[in-house]
């Protein structure tokens, strides 16, 4: 703690010290004042060193100028600890400079002051007001020093700072060592690699401009450090050694371009000392200080815009989320059906009510069986269940009138329960895409350009990419090209960088070698692209009853992206041109959500409320659906009432079956869900209920034709031909006489037909 108090001592000295000798037009020292009342008021602790060091400073000005010092010291602490009188800090300063600069002058003078030498006051007031202005902009209390946060009014109070202490260092030169000199040129350096183009160029020209009103001369010399700056910015792809060597080159040109300069031995050496300074800064404090100017750096409007509209799309997420804790928990849950006695008004004041719903309970059977009939699409077994049920009951046409009436409100219960339950369902993919949209927009405020964010990550993980630019940004088809200054084999920089784009995009990346470049330095060209690391061979068989044209089997086979690709199978009850409109309804509408990025679950669910819905028909849609993950090797299934699905993999064997009815056939409706992870070669197989005779074993069909599939694979032919193949011999053995679609995938490595492996000869 007593060292950093030393230190903390040394630079107040060494600060008072350059505010007090730097002067303007060789006459005006208008800093120390500004700074005295910036330590009176916020470093109190360091006034002694701060006096000490004013005092010295001005002293190496001249004798009358200590005095001129004393005396405005005396004033403005009379004014500003006068009790009665309220003055600003700003209206201090202009008295006291004004009165003490015209009383000294005019007893200098005998009279009244020429001109001139009130226009020295005159600049000498503004440039005092100015500085403190500057001064309470960037100097805070310590106690504010850990929440201190870089803006752009403290930026430009710090350009005004640093010139003020650079004007007062000028005479500070030990042989060929300009302490000015040398930390120009190190400030020049630390920002160029630290910041952009644009900033540096500001940066340098804002002190000479400075440095240059100072002095009245040399104004050439703010071109001088511009270009300086703006050579050395440009080069900093080159790194640290090119920004040192190049920003040397300006000077070097403008040596035998303008002899009126003050290059001398001095400049040149004192910007070589600045050179040696900023090599030997550590390359962690470079990336820290870059890092957090990258950050900071953005343009207020844009952020005021997107935070507005973050605020209110934060406010709708609460609310959609709100609601759907409200609704989500309470209509998802399974509710028990609770048995209970029947009750018909008509059967009340029936004699043979306890013979029928006693003891006895002989009505209960036949109503059960009316009940299952009347879903049924077959008329003869709606005949058959009401016959029977009117062989028992003496008024069945009333009982029968009940029972419908008591079939529609059941109907109208369950549909109303699953619209609930769809609702809710959807309420959460809305919360979910809510959250997904603030996180993307976040990204957006604080990277709002793709090609400096990844380009900054990249470097970040000591990847020295300078350029990178993005083609496409989709899922699944991104693509870019980055430059990458890295002497490493290309293959171990690839590597390196598709781990590091993986861990950030969470998509698996693929990056070829396109241009390399040996000079002016060296460096490579990269095309990166989404890896679509698996393909999809898949073939087709599709049978109708009695070789009718029409089919009650839809399927369809689409991708999403080009790593992700949807695959759908629905078989619709029987075999007539209605069944296929119902089957193709469904699949047409299921993939209209999943265009709208529905969740698979919730569009299914959505498909059996409006399936539920009809008034006209009875019918009802298997559904398997699949998506393939073609760039991680996934295989999610959704099932409602479908048949297994396999996944043969050599000579194992993946099933996932389904246990749940078919879409819009029970109120109760459930979807089965699975995910396998593929293997490149592995073979999968949709298929339709047709397929399988229910009069044969349903177990020795299954094996048969699984063994087929395996034969056909293993002699090495194409899904095409091994799906054509298995058909027919699997006919031959076992007749189908229902719709049967048969759908057969295998799951193959991306791989360029050209490539070659050859083993190294050692």
Request: net charge negative; with cysteine; hydrophobic share 45%.
């Amino acid at each position: 703690m007593k060292k950093i108090n030393a230190l903390l001592i040394g630079i107040s000295f060494f600060l008072a010290f350059s505010f007090a000798h730097a002067t303007f037009f060789e006459v005006v020292a208008p800093f120390f004042l500004p700074f005295w009342l910036i330590v009176r008021s916020k470093f109190q602790q360091y006034q002694t060193s701060v006096l000490i060091g004013g005092f010295l400073g001005t002293f190496f000005l001249g004798f009358g100028q200590v005095v001129i010092l004393l005396l405005e010291l005396v004033l403005i602490e009379g004014l500003l600890r006068f009790k009665y009188l309220r003055l600003s800090a700003y209206v201090a300063i202009i008295l006291t400079i004004g009165l003490v600069q015209m009383s000294w002058q005019t007893i200098t003078y005998s009279g009244f002051p020429p001109l001139l030498i009130l226009f020295y006051i005159l600049i000498e007031c503004l440039f005092a007001v100015m500085m403190l202005f500057f001064m309470q902009q960037f100097f805070v209390s310590i106690s504010e020093l850990k929440n201190y946060e870089w803006t752009k009014e403290k930026v430009v109070a710090l350009f005004v700072v640093l010139a003020g202490m650079l004007i007062g260092m000028q005479s500070l030169t030990l042989s060929y060592f300009s302490l000015p000199l040398i930390l120009m040129h190190l400030l020049i350096c630390f920002v160029a690699a630290v910041s952009t183009v644009g900033a540096t160029v500001v940066f340098t020209l804002s002190l000479g401009l400075l440095t240059g009103i100072a002095n009245l001369s040399f104004t050439s010399m703010i071109v001088l450090y511009a270009t300086t700056g703006l050579i050395a910015s440009v080069m900093k792809i080159a790194g640290r050694f090119g920004i040192a060597f190049f920003s040397l080159l300006p000077s070097v040109f403008f040596f035998f371009y303008d002899a009126t300069l003050p290059l001398d031995s001095v400049y040149f050496v004192s910007s070589v000392a600045g050179i040696l300074l900023f090599l030997f800064i550590p390359r962690a404090w470079l990336q820290t200080v870059e890092s957090y100017y990258n950050k900071h750096a953005f343009n207020p409007i844009v952020i005021q815009s997107n935070e507005a509209a973050t605020e209110h799309l934060k406010q709708f997420q609460q609310f959609v989320s709100f609601m759907k804790n409200l609704v989500f928990d309470r209509f998802t849950q399974e509710v028990k059906s609770v048995e209970q006695r029947p009750d018909f008004i008509i059967c009340s004041s029936c004699f043979r009510y306890e013979q029928c719903f006693g003891t006895k309970r002989e009505m209960e059977s036949s109503i059960e069986d009316w009940r299952i009939a009347r879903r049924s699409s077959k008329p003869f077994e709606w005949i058959r269940a009401e016959d029977q049920l009117k062989a028992k009951c003496i008024k069945s046409t009333k009982l029968l009138e009940e029972l419908e009436s008591a079939l529609q409100k059941e109907q109208m219960e369950r549909q109303f329960y699953h619209g609930k339950k769809m609702i809710a369902l959807q309420l959460r993919d809305l919360s979910n895409h809510l959250e997904q949209l603030l996180d993307e927009r976040q990204n957006e405020i604080e990277h709002t350009d793709m090609d400096e964010y990844v380009q900054q990550f990249l470097k970040q993980q000591q990847i020295n990419c300078f350029q990178l630019q993005w083609i496409k940004t989709e899922i699944g088809e991104r693509e870019f090209i980055c430059s990458i200054a890295d002497e490493r084999e290309a293959h171990t920089v690839i590597q390196q960088v598709e781990q590091l784009l993986f861990e950030m995009l969470h998509e698996p990346m693929q990056g070829v070698e396109i241009h390399q470049q040996d000079k002016p330095f060296f460096y490579r060209q990269f095309r990166f692209r989404s890896a679509i690391r698996y393909q999809l061979e898949y073939d087709i068989y599709k049978h109708s009853q009695f070789k009718q044209f029409v089919s009650g089997d839809a399927y369809r086979v689409f991708p999403l992206h080009s790593g992700l690709t949807a695959i759908m199978l629905s078989d619709g009850m029987g075999t007539s041109d209605l069944a296929r409109q119902e089957s193709d309804r469904l699949i047409h509408m299921m993939q209209e959500c999943l265009t709208h990025n529905m969740d698979p679950e919730t569009a299914m669910h959505t498909m059996h409320y409006v399936m539920s819905l009809k008034n006209t028909s009875d019918m009802y849609a298997t559904i398997d659906f699949a998506l393939v993950d073609l760039q991680l090797g996934d295989l999610w299934c959704w099932k409602a009432g479908s048949m297994t699905t396999y996944v043969l993999r050599g000579s194992e064997l993946f099933k996932i079956e389904s246990k749940s009815a078919p879409i819009g056939f029970l109120s109760d409706f459930t979807v089965d869900t699975e995910m396998i992870s593929l293997l490149s070669e592995d073979i999968i197989v949709m298929i339709s209920d047709g397929l399988f005779e229910g009069r044969e074993n349903w177990t020795q069909q299954e094996q048969y034709f699984l063994q087929l599939i395996r034969q056909a694979i293993k002699r090495g032919a194409s899904t095409q031909v091994a799906l054509y193949e298995v058909m027919a011999q699997f006919n031959e053995r076992y007749s189908i006489d229902d719709d049967c679609t048969v759908m057969l995938f295998r799951i193959q490595h991306v791989a360029t037909k050209w490539s070659v492996f050859r083993p190294a000869y050692q």
